[in-house]
DNA sequence: TAAAAGCAAGAGCAGTGCTCTCGTTGTTGG
DNA sequence: CCAACAACGAGAGCACTGCTCTTGCTTTTA
């Protein structure tokens, strides 16, 4: 691809790196609030003034470290989702393992984690840079539920109209492979699959959930219904 | 209750509301990150150090707009359930005009949401004193079911072996009134509804979900079949 | 009415993001 | 080969932050 062209490219790469390195450390045990660029370059030895010779300001150091970040959650994901597609795990089962997958990503990172799926910290809008690692998830889970699709098809309500133009908006941009009616359903477990990781990460379930493991498996069991990926259950009126 | 003793605790009073409502200003014109002591101090016409007679340090003014904004918005959500009471609108109305309640406060105060549902900003644990704000609108959620069960009863599956203990602490807990079945689903909707509110509000939805409106009443009138509000829904494998 | 407590203001400390300047050191074209 | 150039590191400095301490003044209390 890219030839390292010299002695001084090469610094500037191993430089960048243990910035950011050294940042994510900060990150991860203070925040992204207590972060630092003079903290940073004093543990690296060198002058804060010289910083700004990789990163133009600090919000842009806080943007490189939000791509890793979602690159790093997004791998996660994609590992868990090839590790179960090689297993021939049924449809559910893969569903489950995703999900587990950023839930264990978010536990060992809250900060990482916090800071792209918390407040966001830098200007209003995310910086370009990022919609692409951003949407890694996303796309995982739309891989898992197009795939249940073309094998077993899901066990869907017809689609409401008021959610026809969307779903046909939605289906052109970026689920192509997807059935209508689940456009819909889908982003709104995406959404709700992190709720459920926010809650638990930012401390809205202390006093209130303590079995989290598995209030959190049964939670995205149920998730998974709403996609159609179980038949429907049954209930009873009590 | 107490009375005011004299001019320095009417003062004191005036001065400490003064002091939020600036503050309040700020934060919502530049987000929790931004929002600064001098700045309040010199909007406010006095020496910084004078403000530390009232808060003593910045996280405390933050926990208490915290428990401001829990109020408000528990307030919003209370609001909207005795409205739909008073109308003898039905359950799943109920739930979901509580629902939009939320999502409308939170588009009008973001930066306010982003305090108290964001990342947790000021240290790791939420004070006590935010404790009994926080659950608010948890409360009016419980609430909704709880009077839907004891009219309508619930469309709801068995309960998983896995949840009993943990049901039967929740219900002990907070819940009293309602059947074991509910709890772990409520709680699930509870978070999964913020999950959906907080991709709206953080940005995650854009250039993804555009009618925000439709999409999010669609997905919380589901959200309130997984607890039983609707009847089963009629499916199709496709 | 005198002591005590509450209060506002100013100076000051340590820390921050960021800019500018000034030597130095690698890179590169003639 | 070496001169011009661009990249670099370091230091000083600016404007800002949260926070503390001291010094006077005012209100409350005994």
Redesign the interface.
Known sequence: MSAIRGARERARIEVTAAIKDEARKQLAAE???KLSLRAVARELGMASSALYRYFPSRDELLTALIVDAYDSVGESAEAAHRAARADAAPHITRWTVVAHAVRDWALAHPHEY??I?????PG???PQAT?GP?SRV?LVLIAVVGEA?RTD??????L?D??R??AG??VAE?APDL?Q?VV??L??A???????I??EI??????????RE??F???VT??AR?L?LLG???????
């Open positions: 925040g992204a609030a916090a800071l799926y918390g407040s966001p910290v209003y809008s995310a919609i951003a996303g699709y098809g899901l066990a869907l309500p017809p409401a008021e959610l133009a969307e908006r939605m970026f059935p009616e819909a359903p982003i709104a995406w959404s709700q699959l992190f709720g459920l926010s809650f930012f401390g809205q379930f202390n006093r209130v959930v303590e079995a598995v209030f498996r049964e939670a149920e998730l709403t159609g429907p259950r049954s209930s009873r009126r009590g």
